[in-house]
C-alpha cells in the first residue's frame, strides 16, 4: 500500500505556542510505514494594522522534527494583512513550494474562519483542527474538523457550522523527560523554597489573560509553609503580590524549553491555574497530569471547555472562596490530596497519552482519504451559505478600509 501523503500548513509552525505543538506531536508520531509527512511553516511574521507579535521558530522543534522523519519546507512571508477579512499573506513564495496535487490530505490547525492559504485549495480534503473559535468555514473540500471537547463542538456548531464533519480528539502528549528528585530539584532553582508547599502555574506573558483569582485564594491559606510561583511575567500578578503582601511569591521569566518547563512540573505540589478570558484545551494542563499534579482553576464568562477535558484531575471553582477551600483541602488532607494526583495521572493516561490519540488521528486522516466528501449535498447548501456570509464579510472590510 502506498504512503497517504500529509501535508501539514501553518504559519509559525515551529514555534512552541499549543496550536503549534498540537500539529508537532502529530507530524512526530504518525506511522511513517503509513504516511509520509511534508510540514510547510514560515518563521514569524509582521501584521499590517496590528503590533502582534508571534514566538518565532524554536531550533530543537527543527531538529526534533527532522529526527522524527518529517519533510520541512519553510516558505517566506512579508506581512499577514489582516486588513482582510481571510487574512492573506502579502509577497509570499508559498505557492512556489506547495502544490495540492502532490498531496493526499491536508492537515492544520485554526480559529475556523475563512483564511487564506486554505481558501485557494480547492480539491484536496483538509482536515482541520479548531483551536479557537472565530467565523464560520463551510468549504466543501473541508472533509472532518477535529474539535478537542464536545462542548467546543457543540458551540461551533451553534454558530453554523456543519455538524457533519465534528470528530473529537485530544492533545496527543509526547513528553520526553527522565524523572528526577524533587527535592534536588527544588535546590537547583528555587533555593530557599526546598522545603515549602508549593503551588504553581505557567503561562504566556500576556496582561490580557491575567486572573486575580489564584493569588487572592492563595492569600487565605498562605502561611510560612506555602509558597506560590508563577512562570510567566504579566507585571500585573508580582503587582498583586505585593499589594497583598504574599510571604513566598516568586515570579520567574516565561521560557518555551521544554526541559526547563518539565523540571518545574516535576517538583510542584499543585498546578493552581488562573486564566482571565477562557481555557479551550490547555496543553499545559496536560503535562501538569503527566506530573501527577492536581489541578485547580476557575470559571470563566467566555468558554469553559477545560472542564470536560481535564475530567475527575481538578476542580473548577466559580469564587474564590471554592478555590481557597480547595487549596486548604489538598494542604490539610493528605489522603485526598494522593486521591487527586492518581486522578490526574489517570486522566492524562486516558486522554493524553501521544499512542492513543495518534491511533484516534490516524484513524481519522485515513477515513478522509478514503471517503473524503461524505453528505455532499449537505456540503454545497453549507458551502452555499458560507459562501455568501463571505461575501457580506468583505464588503464590510472593504467599507471599513475606505
Request: proline content about 3%.
Amino acid at each position: 500500500m502506498e504512503k497517504i501523503r500529509i501535508a501539514i500548513v501553518k504559519l509559525w509552525w515551529l514555534s512552541t505556542w499549543w496550536t503549534e505543538k498540537f500539529l508537532q506531536y502529530i507530524a512526530a508520531n504518525v506511522s511513517k510505514n503509513l504516511f509520509s509527512v511534508t510540514y510547510f511553516y514560515s518563521d514569524s511574521v509582521p501584521y499590517i494594522w496590528s503590533d502582534f507579535i508571534h514566538p518565532w521558530t524554536d531550533i530543537r522543534n527543527y531538529e526534533f522534527l527532522k529526527k522524527s522523519w518529517v519533510n520541512l519546507i519553510e516558505y517566506s512571508v512579508e506581512y499577514k494583512d489582516i486588513t482582510k477579512p481571510d487574512h492573506p499573506r502579502v509577497n509570499t513564495d508559498f505557492w512556489n513550494l506547495f502544490n495540492e496535487n502532490n498531496f493526499d490530505v491536508i492537515l492544520t490547525g485554526r480559529a475556523g474562519h475563512i483564511e487564506y492559504p486554505f481558501n485557494k485549495i480547492k480539491n484536496t480534503p483538509i482536515v482541520d483542527s479548531i483551536h479557537f473559535l472565530w467565523g464560520i468555514d463551510n468549504q466543501f473540500n473541508i472533509s472532518r474538523v477535529l474539535h478537542i471537547s464536545n462542548r467546543s463542538a457543540k458551540k461551533w456548531t451553534r454558530m453554523g457550522w456543519d455538524w457533519s464533519r465534528i470528530r473529537i480528539v485530544s492533545h496527543p502528549m509526547y513528553i520526553n523527560y527522565n524523572l528526577q528528585n524533587k527535592n534536588m530539584l527544588r535546590e537547583k532553582h528555587l533555593l530557599w523554597f526546598v522545603s515549602k508547599y508549593i503551588f504553581w502555574f505557567h503561562q504566556r506573558s500576556s496582561d490580557d489573560i491575567y486572573s486575580s483569582i489564584p493569588l487572592n485564594a492563595y492569600k487565605k491559606v498562605e502561611s510560612d509553609n506555602t509558597a506560590f510561583v508563577i512562570l510567566g511575567w504579566s507585571s500585573l500578578y508580582k503587582r498583586q503580590a505585593k499589594r497583598l503582601w504574599l510571604k513566598n511569591f516568586l515570579q520567574i521569566k516565561a521560557t518555551w524549553d521544554k526541559q526547563y518547563i518539565y523540571e518545574f512540573l516535576n517538583m510542584l505540589d499543585v498546578y493552581a491555574h488562573g486564566r482571565k478570558d477562557w481555557e479551550v484545551n490547555s496543553t499545559a494542563m496536560a503535562e501538569a497530569m503527566y506530573f501527577w499534579l492536581p489541578i485547580i482553576s476557575h470559571t470563566s464568562k467566555i468558554n469553559n471547555w477545560h472542564i470536560e477535558c481535564i475530567g475527575n484531575a481538578w476542580i473548577v471553582t466559580n469564587t474564590i472562596e471554592e478555590y481557597a477551600d480547595e487549596m486548604a483541602k489538598l494542604l490539610s488532607n493528605k489522603k485526598y490530596y494522593i486521591q487527586r494526583k492518581n486522578n490526574s495521572y489517570a486522566n492524562f493516561q486516558e486522554k493524553y497519552k501521544w499512542t492513543k490519540q495518534i491511533k484516534n488521528i490516524e484513524g481519522i486522516i485515513i477515513d478522509a482519504v478514503k471517503n473524503p466528501f461524505p453528505n455532499k449535498m449537505r456540503r454545497y447548501t453549507y458551502s452555499f451559505i458560507s459562501n455568501m456570509r463571505y461575501l457580506v464579510i468583505k464588503m464590510y472590510y472593504f467599507v471599513k478600509n475606505l
